[in-house]
């Protein structure tokens, strides 16, 4: 059996640690979509130890709080649904007022057509928020 997550890394690769990795998923309509994926090949949350559920959660927080302080989004979306991919990986999701499917999910049928402008102002602040992801991350894998 194949998982795309064990077989790939899943998108574009932002950080990359001994427990977990972050990526740049390719959502089109939503630049500012990333995952936290656990390295093992565990399909659920309550399969890690309870540490390594904390420094999950670290991870997922350390990257919504980068994208909350450098793009000040109406919303982050948190899921972990793997039900299409059996690999646990928390789906951490910048939401706009004015993105195509807002207020509902971004899996839901789009309520407007795509703001490219909003598109555009989003992606150009993400080095700013991945540098900020990474800098946390390497702070909460190697606390000083």
């Not at 990795?21 to 979509?33: L, M, N, S, T, Y």
């Not at 399969?47 to 709080?65: D, H, I, N, S």
Request: hydrophobic content about 50%.
């Amino acid at each position: 059996m194949t998982c795309p997550l064990c077989d790939t890394l899943g998108g574009r690769l932002v950080y990359q640690g001994r427990a977990f990795r972050v990526i740049h998923a390719d959502e089109a309509g939503f630049p500012a979509f990333y995952r936290v994926v656990w390295q093992s090949h565990v399909a659920e949350f309550s399969e890690l130890a309870p540490a390594e559920r904390v420094r999950c959660m670290e991870a997922v927080m350390a990257v919504e709080l980068a994208l909350r302080n450098t793009l000040a989004p109406r919303k982050i979306n948190l899921a972990a649904l793997g039900n299409m991919v059996a690999h646990l990986h928390w789906h951490v999701i910048a939401r706009f007022e004015q993105d195509s499917h807002f207020p509902s999910p971004v899996w839901a049928a789009a309520q407007r057509a795509r703001d490219a402008a909003l598109e555009a102002r989003v992606a150009a602040a993400l080095p700013a928020a991945e540098a900020a992801m990474i800098e946390a991350l390497q702070m909460l894998e190697n606390p000083s």
